[in-house]
C-alpha cells in the first residue's frame, strides 16, 4: 500500500528535522 510508504517518508522527515534541530540548538548552547 502507498500508505505505508509516505507514513515512512514523514517519519523520516520529522526524524530529520529533529536532528537537524537538536544539533542547531546544541551548537547554538556551545557559543
Known sequence: ???TAEL???TV???GL???T???V???TRR
Do not use: D, E
Open 18 to 20: 529533529g536532528i537537524l
Open 22 to 24: 537538536a544539533w542547531s
Open 8 to 10: 515512512i517518508g514523514a
Open 1 to 3: 500500500m502507498p500508505a
Open 13 to 15: 522527515a520529522l526524524v
Open 26 to 28: 546544541r551548537s547554538i
